[in-house]
């Protein structure tokens, strides 16, 4: 079946550090794929998404791009701010047809401190 | 406009209590979803109804039982709460991916609901 694959953490960096958080995957046919954002306390909200091979994702500074070759969704972000603290999280879903959810990997705890 | 909503935000139960957690969107989604999280295992998909009168067990169903009450609303109860089931709890709602509803399957979560059963 369909997984996701992340680095999971901590990671913590010092402020205006560049950010990288690898996402890899495996899945048949030709799935979309997520960048979620959790905050303290709160749901998970989309950050960005692509829908196919070589689209780029981006949104509030943070740019994913779509690899087939290397089955790659990785999250960069070139200076981040202590407010990007939170946990994120690497998601796919399948092509059309799918209603049974998402695949989420299980999260990465970014922590930014000043 | 709302989103996705979901009651209680917190609860305490004593095992063997039973609770039903309720969610309803706005957005007139088909496809509605209940998650658990877990510290170190991600989010995990319970149950999920891909449309109005139809549900389906996810990956960790049991212990739970579901309700689509209606498009809008999509219910999950706890007849006989156990410690294992302490967890925080996602209502989330999609469209399933495709040209006609134009979307890529991303799904819109609520705020959750902790629970603890002592």
């Known amino acids: 079946g369909d997984s996701v694959t992340q680095m999971e953490g901590p990671v913590t960096l010092s402020e205006e550090a560049f950010l990288t958080i690898n996402c890899t995957y495996t899945a048949t046919g030709y799935p979309s794929l997520f960048w979620y954002v959790q905050y303290p306390g709160e749901g998970l909200q989309l950050l960005l998404k692509?829908?196919?091979?070589?689209d780029k994702g981006s949104n509030k500074g943070f740019e994913a791009t779509y690899r087939k070759e290397t089955t790659s969704f990785h999250l960069e972000k070139g200076s981040v701010q202590v407010s990007d603290s939170a946990v994120y999280f690497c998601?796919?879903?399948?092509?059309?047809?799918?209603?049974?959810?998402?695949?989420f990997g299980k999260g990465t705890h970014l922590i930014i401190q000043p | 406009n709302a989103g996705v909503t979901q009651t209680p935000k917190f609860q305490v139960l004593k095992t063997g209590q039973s609770m039903t957690l309720q969610c309803a969107q706005d957005?007139?989604?088909?496809?509605m979803y209940w998650y658990r999280q877990d510290p170190g295992m991600g989010l995990r998909l319970i149950y999920y109804?891909?449309?109005?009168?139809?549900?389906d067990k996810g990956e960790v169903p049991n212990g739970y039982n579901v309700s689509r009450l209606n498009k809008r609303e999509f219910s999950l109860r706890l007849e006989s709460a156990a410690p294992s089931q302490t967890s925080v709890y996602f209502c989330?709602?999609?469209?399933?991916?495709?040209?006609?509803?134009?979307?890529?399957?991303?799904?819109?979560f609520g705020p959750g609901t902790r629970l603890t059963v002592l």
């Open positions: 998601a796919l879903s399948p092509g059309a047809g799918g209603a049974d959810g998402l695949t």
């Open positions: 957005m007139n989604h088909n496809s």
């Open positions: 109804s891909a449309s109005e009168g139809t549900t």
């Open positions: 692509a829908t196919k091979a070589d």
């Open positions: 989330a709602s999609s469209e399933a991916p495709g040209i006609a509803s134009g979307s890529f399957g991303e799904q819109f």
